[in-house]
């Protein structure tokens, strides 16, 4: 994988369930989203997967 690569990660919050799909870009091991916290006001309990494009 090559710096910079551009995944869709799946995010669901282990609080209320809510899901969220977004497009990140993968950078030194790790995934930048942008994302912050749920509507839930939940910031850290999160199930996170990628799928490559």
Not at 1 to 13: A, G, L, W
Not at 38 to 45: A, L
Request: net charge positive; aromatic share 10%.
């Amino acid at each position: 994988m090559t710096v910079n690569e551009r995944v869709k990660v799946t995010i669901r919050c282990n609080w209320c369930g809510e899901r969220f799909i977004l497009k990140g870009r993968r950078d030194k091991g790790k995934i930048d989203t942008g994302f912050k916290q749920c509507i839930c006001n939940n910031e850290n309990d999160f199930d996170i997967e990628t799928h490559d494009f």
